[in-house]
């Protein structure tokens, strides 16, 4: 025992010599020569491991690096990410981003900036992402509202440093200033994102002690601003900074300053090449371009981690719902009125429930149904918002919203009367209405909601989960088969 401690003691030191020994030894060759770089840059990975077609996923992706770009994990590589890892098909929505995090581990990322929807499964589950990668996930502009400081409880840092081939890297992240209508409201309710060129002087500023060669920014920011804010600090001396959230391809050069983006899912990268003199202390040479994830031969490490997710996936999809003798169309008014009823089901208050027909994209299948079934009929990851509606503005909703499809309502042929009561619907008096959240954000002419009433509630429940509780109560089989409402 005592010895173990005193091994643990000696430890640190025995670490400290060595370190110091091996950089005295490696000193004269750092100090001169020139040092190659190469960033590999993606983003906006939403999910897509297995890719939006077969052969332009994850895996394809590092073998492509590991051919065309001549990519090692202890080669003069950095990967990195403009964020949005999650959020997208099941398979990584369901185990909200977990696997997503285990493939970019097993690519080998170095870093990635926070994007707005890497809040989508609430702050504890961005923490646990966050241990769970072996890389930092940066964004100076991420604050507090009540401290003002960077929330590092959850693991966000502002930025890195990383030493590549003799290259000290200070790498910046940013988060964009959209997140707070981006993402669930409700996850980011104490948190303020802050303006990008105050936030980025400072952390230039912080980052000018650690001595590093060439300052990178990643931003979850579109180029619509990242361009300018690029222009508005080119006193800083970035080389690179890599966008997202708007899915531009792009590799372009503003001043001094590299701009990479990729187009998202996995479909492309951007890259650049930096030749840095370590002897005169400059950037001698960089280069860029963008490339499409094609032809790569599969990553068998990262192929088995996609399969593993996928069987995962399959288990859950597999789960059976019902059962029903009839098939019915998406447009069919007995499945749109069976989900917006089901929604009713969640909130007693609620009288109204109103949903885009379009927001229903599969038939229910006449015999077996699986959860597959209801993920390919209510696909997005929307959410279920409570507004509260005068009598007036329902209507005015109802008519100028694409394709309504409403419950809690009974048409007659010149009014509506309020299904509850049986009552005319009544212009003063005020009602509490079921939407999802595409439409409070304006989607498909429902543009008025969010003015009529600016605090909405997002019950943080997915638009799919009451009609799959709806099913199950339903308890249906093949000798009691389904009766939709
Ligand atoms: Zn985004």
Not at 33 to 45: A, C, F, K, P, W
Not at 65 to 75: A, I, L, P, Q, V
Not at 313 to 342: H, I, M, P
Request: contains cysteine; negative net charge.
């Amino acid at each position: 025992m005592r010895l173990f401690l005193l091994l643990l003691l000696a430890l640190p030191l025995l670490l400290a010599c060595s370190s110091s020994l091996r950089s005295s030894s490696l000193e004269s060759s750092a100090s001169s020569g020139v040092r190659e770089l190469t960033v590999l840059y993606s983003n906006d990975e939403h999910g897509w491991m297995e890719g939006r077609e077969s052969g332009r996923g994850a895996a394809d992706l590092l073998g492509l690096w590991r051919e065309k770009e001549g990519y090692s994990e202890d080669g003069p590589f950095l990967l990195l990410s403009g964020g949005d890892h999650w959020t997208g098909p099941a398979i990584s929505t369901w185990f909200e981003g977990e696997g997503m995090v285990e493939v970019m581990n097993t690519m080998g990322y170095d870093a990635s900036a926070i994007g707005n929807h890497e809040f989508d499964f609430g702050l504890d589950n961005l923490e646990q992402r966050i241990r769970q990668a072996n890389f930092p996930y940066l964004a100076a502009n991420i604050q507090w509202k009540a401290s003002e400081t960077l929330p590092s409880e959850l693991g966000i840092l502002a930025f890195t440093t990383t030493v590549v081939n003799d290259l000290t890297i200070g790498i910046i992240g940013l988060s964009t200033t959209n997140t707070p209508s981006t993402t669930n409201p409700i996850n980011i309710v104490d948190l303020s994102f802050l303006d990008y060129e105050s936030v980025l002087r400072e952390t230039v500023e912080q980052l000018e002690a650690e001595d590093s060669d060439l300052i990178f920014v990643v931003a979850h920011v579109c180029m619509a601003a990242l361009r300018p804010l690029a222009a508005a600090v080119a006193d800083l001396n970035i080389s690179l900074m890599g966008g997202g959230h708007c899915n531009e391809l792009v590799a372009e050069r503003i001043g001094k300053t590299i701009l990479l983006e990729s187009n998202g899912h996995f479909r492309s990268y951007a890259r650049a090449h930096f030749e840095y003199d370590l002897g005169r202390d400059s950037l001698i040479n960089s280069s860029f371009s963008t490339e499409k994830n094609e032809a790569g031969s599969s990553d068998e490490a990262v192929a088995r981690l996609v399969a593993k997710w996928r069987a995962a996936t399959e288990v859950e999809l597999s789960a059976l719902l019902g059962f029903s003798s009839r098939e019915y169309l998406a447009n069919d008014d007995r499945l749109q009125r069976a989900v917006v009823e089901s929604w009713l089901q969640i909130d007693s208050a609620a009288a109204i429930a109103i949903n885009n027909r379009l927001a229903l994209r599969a038939p229910l299948p006449q015999g077996e149904v699986t959860l597959a079934d209801i993920v390919g009929l209510l696909p997005f990851e929307n959410t279920i918002y409570a507004v509260e509606l005068s009598g007036a503005e329902v209507l005015q909703v109802l008519a100028a919203g694409q394709s309504p499809f409403v419950t809690g309502l009974i048409r007659t042929e010149n009014d509506w009367l309020l299904a509850k009561t049986g009552r005319l619907i009544d212009a003063d008096q005020t009602y509490r209405v079921l939407i999802n959240s595409f439409m409070y954000e304006g989607g498909a002419g429902y543009d008025a909601i969010a003015k009529f009433d600016s605090a909405g509630f997002d019950t943080e429940i997915h638009y799919r989960q009451p009609l799959v509780d709806w099913l199950l109560d339903q308890d249906s089989s093949a000798n009691k088969p389904l009766t939709l409402p």
